[in-house]
């Protein structure tokens, strides 16, 4: 099993930043891409990145390129996601989630493990 906990929420205006963070504990070796997935309020869970833990070789949405930057933490076994020029369509819960194998992935149902969700605010 892996353990999944995201931190780093809030309110933030738009135009500015925030920082998620994931820490993952358990079974870490076994999963070996992670993402960041959102739900806005009445919509579908919805992928925006994903990072292969190995290579560090990431992956965005088009909704977020150039805007947001995973990365990860090999000795902290963390992930974070950085998220710069908040747009009010941004508001969501945000989601770690983790799956086996190589190939990233930006359809939910493939990701084993995920995390409680975190709920970032962005106010216009």
């Known amino acids: 099993q892996v353990q999944l906990v995201e931190s780093g929420g809030g309110l933030v205006q738009a135009g500015g930043s925030l920082t998620l963070s994931c820490a993952a504990s358990?079974?870490?070796?076994?999963?070996?891409?992670m993402g960041w997935f959102r739900q806005a309020p009445g919509k579908e869970r919805e992928f925006a990145a994903a990072?292969?833990?190995?290579?560090?070789?990431?992956y965005y949405a088009d909704s977020v390129k150039g805007r947001f930057t995973i990365s990860r933490d090999n000795a902290k076994n963390t992930m974070y996601l950085q998220m710069n020029r908040r747009k009010p369509e941004d508001t969501a819960v945000y989601y770690c989630?983790?799956?086996?194998?190589?190939?990233?992935?930006?359809?939910?149902?493939?990701?084993?493990?995920w995390g409680q969700g975190t709920q970032v605010t962005v106010s216009s």
């Open positions: 989630a983790a799956k086996g194998g190589s190939a990233w992935s930006t359809v939910k149902s493939e990701y084993n493990y």
């Open positions: 358990g079974r870490t070796f076994s999963s070996n891409v």
């Open positions: 990072i292969t833990w190995n290579t560090g070789n990431t």
